[in-house]
């Protein structure tokens, strides 16, 4: 069958956009796959899985409340660097990178499940301004649908939290949970992020409150 002039115009269009879409889905997922097989979050800079600056040591059990009036004890290990310490489950893995300049640290159980926390100089921008720069920085083509905003503590520093649902192309985050954290301290903004598939972040939420919990600045 010979193709008219338009159908043939309509169809490069088609292919263009097809293209434009998975080029840039594929650049704005927080979860990349590394040389080495292992799940790398995608910062601001690349994140050099390589790097063996990080340390952590075994630590004891911790006691974690479900939701549900129970509690269950969580082995967890301690991560140590970089300034700040912060208990993670001993059965995720771990790594940190500073190749760009800001230190970014990654505690992970799978592609999908993660912690990552970056570590920026504040430049002498205050802190209203950093608060400003950061509210809005994470909308990508209206797919992150930000569904709420409050604040919380973290090391008895006020942080601010935003919570988006997200929609990707990319086949393990179709439908995903994000929680965008962040505070001051020290002259440094302490960037977190927070991500599961929608349907786990739940069933994830006792593993991330023992890294919130217990994350200190020293």
Not at 27 to 33: G, I
Request: charged share 15%.
């Amino acid at each position: 069958m010979r193709l008219s002039r338009n159908q043939i115009e309509v169809l490069i269009i088609g292919a263009l956009i097809l293209a434009f879409l998975v080029y840039n889905f594929a650049d704005f997922n927080e979860v990349l796959s590394g040389d080495n097989g292992s799940a790398v979050p995608a910062t601001n800079t690349p994140v050099n899985t390589s790097n063996g600056n990080a340390t952590s040591t075994a630590n004891t059990s911790i006691t974690s409340n479900m939701g549900n009036g129970s509690a269950t004890d969580i082995s967890t290990n301690t991560y140590s660097a970089h300034g700040v310490s912060f208990n993670y489950p001993n059965t995720w893995s771990m790594y940190s990178d500073n190749s760009s300049g800001d230190e970014v640290i990654v505690v992970y159980k799978d592609d999908s499940t993660q912690f990552q926390v970056q570590i920026t100089p504040n430049n002498g921008m205050s802190e209203q301004e950093v608060i400003d720069s950061m509210e809005n920085s994470i909308y990508f083509f209206g797919w992150w649908n930000k569904i709420s905003n409050s604040t919380l503590t973290v090391d008895n520093k006020t942080a601010y939290k935003d919570t988006f649902t997200v929609y990707s192309l990319m086949p393990f985050i179709i439908d995903g949970r994000y929680e965008q954290i962040y505070f001051l301290k020290n002259g440094k903004t302490y960037s977190m992020l927070l991500q599961a598939q929608n349907n786990d972040f739940d069933k994830e939420k006792q593993n991330f409150d023992i890294i919130l919990n217990s994350f200190k600045v020293h």
